[in-house]
């Protein structure tokens, strides 16, 4: 049980009932978190979390307001209580009915969210509300969104009781565009033939209410001049009559399916601002698709007055059949099924079987033929409804961003980490293959383009493969797809835990990460499709459950020889008996002109595109010839040695195997073979300035955004942020000073690295450190850009925004408690604390804080034991000013964590 989430819900419960009392904002993320000290963020995913669960409900008012649910439902026992209600609603004792008429609109929730949103707001603008035209292909349901912004606005009494939806079809009267305005604008007594009095017309008919104009396009030119006269003033003139003014306030409504900007008069489009695309039935999701079928068949019920069940290979069809006439044909197919149905067996219960449905269902029905299932099988309509998949896709997100909640907070070891998520993974595996409702024609043609991308990682990575995960993946993919809208809504929910996830999985599973960006690009250029951060991290978790050794080879390894087969004999060869893709072959044959088999060299590098070092075994021929072919292409550094042979390929893939040095490797090869090598270092080093920080990497990478932030420009000097205590062990032997020229060291504390600036944090707060900084800066951009940077870094790096960004911690709080408690110590210490060195203790206490509620203290100090035996006043008045901080955050401050303030204080 995760007692963060339980704590924050039991505060909603108790205080639900008392919600009037309290006020809303009482219950909004912010405040919540407040309470319990915690982050607004933190606190944000576990109520949403809840929302999902049913357990809580949320206000669609801002701030977004969170209570339980089922005290809700005994305060308002009439009412349906849905997760999203509205604070007015509840203050008139009517949760959610405001909403009631687009709870009819499949999708208003999810991929059509936006467009409802958009005509909402749009019917509503005053006086008249703001012109609509809507788009989107025949059936795509543009009439039926119009009848409920009708009822929308009668609800919300925007307009009378009394007034009108009035509806014209304008292709009716495309070959008569007379009769067609006429009938628009109202006519004149003898304007035409048959015109025996005068008689008004649909806008007069609209007054006060909506006019609807589908198939605007058929409009003729003169009938929309007319028309966009009349958006402007509100005036008219009847046909045949240009002496009298007439006037109607009016709500306009437009419908379309072609392109508006080619068959509407500039001018008209222009007074028109509010343009909805409506998507068509296969641009929505399954889930969607699934709503509109069940609805559809919930409505024939009810027509009837019998239950209807249907058969699942006719659900199956429906579900995978593309409509051209998209919600319309879909609707009438159904409906044709359960005429045929009804026709046949009018008893209580209707069964729509196959052949009740129209030959283009029957035959769809055909590719999805289920040879396991020997009897017909009716599913009921609520069985079907009652579906859980959606949830548990979000299941399984909330799962993994939980694990990695519990790992980066009570500092877990990343192994335990990774084997409780792959385990999470492993159920959703189970979930697909035994829960899937229906068949997906997607499917093969996914699993045959994922199978081409992995096949390609399996050899340029030397990955272990398992082909029944990989048609899970496949799987899921082609629900992503499906479910597009409901996936994008959920990262974006979780956009800092999942950017906060994914920097920790690069930083551990750097090789892994790697293969999974590279994946997933390869995937959405093919799909045509941005996949999102979190499915990268899936993929990762699948490489990482498939592979044996958890990594790939730190070294590339190309074998070229002379012949039609030799190099790939070879490679085939050793592969094998390394049993590892250890090495990929360029065979050259004799009559190939060298540029030829340079060019081939530089796209199989080109493919490569990674920071790896690369190793060529060739048969004969300049060494320095063949580096001339990729010289510049490549990033990584280049061996080159000649001889090759099937032992020596064995004897250099075994070290590559075992991660020896690429000069090492060549040296050893060249020692038990006859032959010559060359290592070429391709590797500049760029100027990089490093981010540290005592408590964790996390905290220097959110330091060295704050930093990047306050630059305009990208420049020529990299920004990295470090494990700080690796570099204290390991100084200028760290693997970092090696591939990068160090031009400065940001963060606290200092490391003492000789030879490189450090500048502290707390001097950049202080703004003590401004000539430090420019002194680096000055030599990538100009004094211009410089000066801007300046006014960037006092406004970014406050006090309390880079406690905030460092760490989850509410800084208000934790802020107000640091400053009680050193103020406590400042008097029984008697001594002045010069602010450069309070902003460097406030920051590193609050790190302390969070170190120790994270139950990670620094538990080691040099002379530990002296400083523990010779300070004991200091400790003592330690623990007796920082009381109330240990009380509130139920932690200890250990003696080790006392003795690093210890060194802060002798800085005075």
């Known amino acids: 049980m995760n007692k963060t989430k339980e704590k924050i819900y039991e ?8 919600w009037k009392d309290k006020g809303i904002e009482w219950f909004s993320a912010g405040e919540i978190g407040m309470r319990l000290g915690i982050s607004r963020t933190l606190a944000s995913q576990y109520l949403n979390e809840m929302v999902r669960e049913g357990r809580l409900v949320k206000t669609s008012n801002r701030p977004v307001a969170y209570l339980e649910k089922k ?21 008139d004792g009517k949760p959610g009915e405001k909403e009631d008429c687009f709870k009819k609109v499949i999708g208003a929730n999810g991929s059509i969210s936006y467009m409802v949103d958009q005509c909402k707001a749009a019917v509503v603008y005053p006086p008249n509300g703001l012109p609509v035209l809507l788009t989107g292909p025949t059936g795509c349901g543009k009439s039926y969104m119009v009848k409920i912004l009708y009822e929308y606005l009668k609800k919300e009494n925007l307009i009378p009781e009394h007034a009108k939806l009035v509806t014209l079809n304008c292709s009716e009267y495309a070959n008569n565009p007379e009769l067609l305005t006429a009938n628009l604008f109202g006519y004149k007594k003898g304007a035409f033939t048959g015109a025996y009095q005068d008689c008004s017309g649909l806008i007069q008919e609209a007054d006060q209410g909506v006019l609807f104009l589908d198939e605007v396009h058929s409009l003729p030119d003169k009938c929309q001049e007319k028309l966009f006269i009349f958006l402007d003033k509100g ?7 240009n002496s009298k003014v007439c006037h109607a306030s009016v709500k ?4 379309t399916s072609e392109d508006p900007n080619a068959v509407l008069l500039k001018t008209l489009l222009r007074r028109i601002p509010v343009i909805i ?7 929505r999701s399954i889930e969607e698709k699934k709503e509109i079928i069940l609805m559809t068949i919930k409505n024939e019920e009810e027509r009837i007055k019998r239950k209807i069940r249907i058969g699942r290979q006719v659900f199956n069809a429906l579900m995978n059949y593309r409509f051209d006439g998209n919600i319309g044909q879909l609707k009438d197919c159904i409906r044709l099924g359960c005429s045929n149905a009804y026709a046949e067996n009018k008893e209580n219960t209707v069964d729509i079987k196959l052949l009740n449905m129209p030959n283009y269902i029957i035959r769809e029905a055909g590719k999805h033929i289920d040879d396991t299932r020997t009897e017909v099988e009716m599913l009921d309509l609520d069985k079907i409804k009652n579906t859980k998949e959606q949830k548990y896709v979000l299941h399984l997100y909330d799962e993994i961003l939980k694990g990695y909640e519990e790992y980066y907070k009570d500092g877990r070891d990343f192994e335990d980490c990774m084997k409780m998520l792959l385990e999470k993974i492993s159920e959703y595996y189970d979930y697909l293959i035994y829960q899937k409702q ?3 024609t997607r499917i093969e043609l996914l699993e045959e383009m994922v199978n081409d991308i992995l096949k390609q990682a399996e050899i340029r990575y030397s990955l272990k493969r398992d082909t029944n995960k990989e048609r899970i993946i496949v799987r899921f993919l082609c629900d992503y797809t499906q479910r597009l809208s409901m996936f994008r809504q959920w990262e974006q929910e979780h956009i800092k835990e999942i950017k906060k996830c994914k920097e920790t999985f690069q930083i551990n599973c750097p090789i892994e990460y790697e293969i999974a960006d590279n994946i997933t690009k390869q995937i959405g250029k093919r799909m045509e499709l941005q996949l999102g951060e979190f499915n990268k991290i899936l993929i990762l978790l699948h490489v990482h459950s498939v592979q044996q050794t958890g990594s790939t080879n730190n070294i590339f390894g190309v074998i070229l020889c002379h012949g039609c087969s030799t190099a790939t004999s070879i490679k085939d060869a050793a592969n094998k008996l390394l049993g590892s893709q250890v090495f990929e072959a360029i065979d050259m044959p004799l009559d190939i002109p060298t540029s030829e088999i340079g060019e081939r060299l530089v796209q199989l590098l080109e493919r490569e595109n990674t920071y790896r070092d690369a190793i060529f075994l060739v048969d004969m021929g300049s060494l320095e010839g063949i580096y001339e072919y990729v010289k510049g292409k490549y990033r990584g550094n280049i061996a080159i040695i000649n001889g090759v042979t099937t032992r020596m390929a064995l004897e250099v893939g075994s070290t590559i195997l075992e991660k020896q040095e690429l000069k090492k490797i060549a040296e050893t090869a060249c020692k038990h073979n006859i032959s010559t090598y060359k290592v070429f270092e391709n590797k500049e080093k760029e100027d990089t300035i490093l981010f540290i920080n005592e408590s964790d990497i996390h905290a220097a990478r959110s330091m060295m955004e704050l930093f990047q932030n306050s630059l305009i420009q990208n420049i020529k000097l990299k920004f990295i942020p470090v494990d700080y205590y690796s570099l204290v062990v390991q100084k200028k032997d760290a693997p970092i000073f090696k591939d990068y020229h160090v031009v400065a060291i940001v963060g606290s504390p200092d490391p003492q690295i000789p030879g490189t600036p450090f500048i502290p944090i707390e001097e950049i707060i202080e703004g003590s450190a401004k000539s430090e900084i420019n002194k680096i800066l000055i030599r990538y951009i100009s004094e211009q850009e410089l000066e801007k940077f300046n006014l960037a870094v006092l406004k970014n790096f406050s006090l309390q925004n880079v406690i905030e960004k460092i760490t989850i911690l509410n800084v208000k709080i934790v802020l107000d408690d640091v400053e009680k408690a050193l103020e406590k110590f400042r008097k029984e210490w008697k001594i002045m604390i010069p602010n450069k060195i309070l902003i460097g203790l406030y920051v590193h206490i609050c790190y302390l804080i969070e170190r120790l509620v994270k139950k990670a203290p620094i538990s080691t100090y040099a002379e530990l034991e002296t400083f523990q035996v010779e300070q004991q006043e200091f400790i003592s008045v330690i623990k007796k000013c920082f009381s ?3 009380r509130r955050y139920s932690v200890e401050i250990p003696v080790s964590e006392m003795a690093y303030i210890w060194d802060y204080i002798n800085l005075i």
């Open 235 to 241: 005036e008219f003139y009847r046909f045949g009559d």
């Open 884 to 886: 109330d901080v240990q």
């Open 11 to 18: 505060e909603v419960q108790e205080n639900t009932k008392k």
């Open 438 to 440: 229906y068949m997906n």
């Open 277 to 283: 695309h409506l998507p068509s039935l296969e641009e």
């Open 71 to 91: 005290i809700l439902e005994d305060l308002y026992p009439d009412r349906n209580i849905t997760d999203t209600v509205e604070k007015e609603s509840l203050e």
């Open 252 to 255: 306009m409504l437009f419908a």
